[in-house]
């Protein structure tokens, strides 16, 4: 045989070649320590509920779970806040429930100072719960439950009335208020004036455009009406002085944005301001700061 000398021995070596466990991954890491992470989450929320009184766990859920029907669609002219308050009958959230600092920043929950304070607030927030009562009464004696809707606020209480299917509150296309919303309007007298408050008016339109006129939108209508539902009420008896702002905002806050043409959407909310919600209100047109003109002028 050319090339190979006689009596060579060739040896062959054949090298097996063994699939890697999938234990010599990394993919098992990454799943010890999702593992690792859920424990020691689980063992941080078992942790922090041993901490937390039995009413303060309640509390908790509640402000987490609490939702209202109109977060999503209504509109109020003026926030507050960021968050809408917990009905009155929620529990109370004690201190210990966010933690027990003892710096020197924090004072007594039941200093003096802070004593007239919580008083005026109970007293408004017993008055705003007997209004929201009266309120509801009169919304189930007039079966209007399907025009009538009623929701605390930050800075008061909203009561929705609104047309449906059967009942149109305007007449289509107009300001002009039909009898039944007129006997609807006239009926909340009585506990706005037993309750002394101060309340805004705000129109909403549907999506339909407006077009007989092309100087008159759903903007003007909006407007229109909620001077109208002004006008009801100042006839039945409100004093005028108790009535502090109407605006319209056309149909640029529709309840059923999915279909613009509902009848829901054509309504009047009416803001019933607490104490504290009238403070707030007119500190919003309160004149800016002197210093803050001048630094303006100065920047221009």
């Known amino acids: 045989m050319s090339g190979r000398q006689k009596g060579h021995t060739t040896i062959i070596k054949r090298s097996s070649r063994r699939a890697h466990a999938g234990g010599h991954g990394g993919a098992w890491k990454v799943a010890f320590a999702d593992f690792m992470l859920a424990l020691m989450s689980l063992f941080m929320v078992m942790w922090i509920m041993g901490q937390v009184s039995e009413k303060d766990r309640k509390a908790i859920m509640y402000t ?14 003026i926030s507050f806040s960021a968050h809408d308050p917990a009905p009155a009958n929620a529990p109370e959230v004690t201190p210990s ?22 008083a005026s607030a109970k007293q408004s927030d017993a008055e705003q719960r007997q209004l929201q009562q009266a309120l509801q009464s009169l919304m189930i004696g007039k079966q209007a439950q399907s025009n009538m809707r009623i929701e605390r606020l930050a800075q008061g209480i909203r009561v929705v009335v609104n047309d449906d299917q059967h009942r149109m509150m305007f007449e289509r296309g ?31 339109t549907d999506a339909t455009p407006y077009q007989q006129n092309p100087f008159y939108d759903n903007w003007s209508l909006s407007v229109n009406r909620a001077q ?32 613009p043409a509902n009848a829901i959407n054509r309504r009047i909310e009416f803001i019933i301001l607490s104490a504290s919600g009238l403070s707030d209100w007119e500190k919003s047109f309160a004149m800016p700061a002197a210093h803050s003109i001048s630094a303006s002028s100065a920047d221009k």
């Open 228 to 259: 109208s539902a002004r006008q009801v009420l100042l006839r039945a008896g409100m004093e005028s002085d108790k009535i502090i702002q109407i605006s319209g905002v056309a149909d640029k806050k529709l309840l059923d944005p999915q279909q």
């Open 97 to 118: 429930a966010v933690g027990n600092s003892t710096g020197p920043s924090q004072s007594p929950a039941n200093s003096p100072t802070d004593q007239p304070k919580q």
């Open 64 to 77: 987490l779970n609490n939702q209202s029907i109109f977060d999503s669609h209504s509109y109020s002219p």
């Open 174 to 204: 107009s300001a002009k208020v039909t009898t039944y919303f007129q006997q609807l309007l006239a009926s909340l007298v009585p506990a706005l004036k037993q309750s002394g408050s101060h309340l805004m008016i705000i129109g909403h």
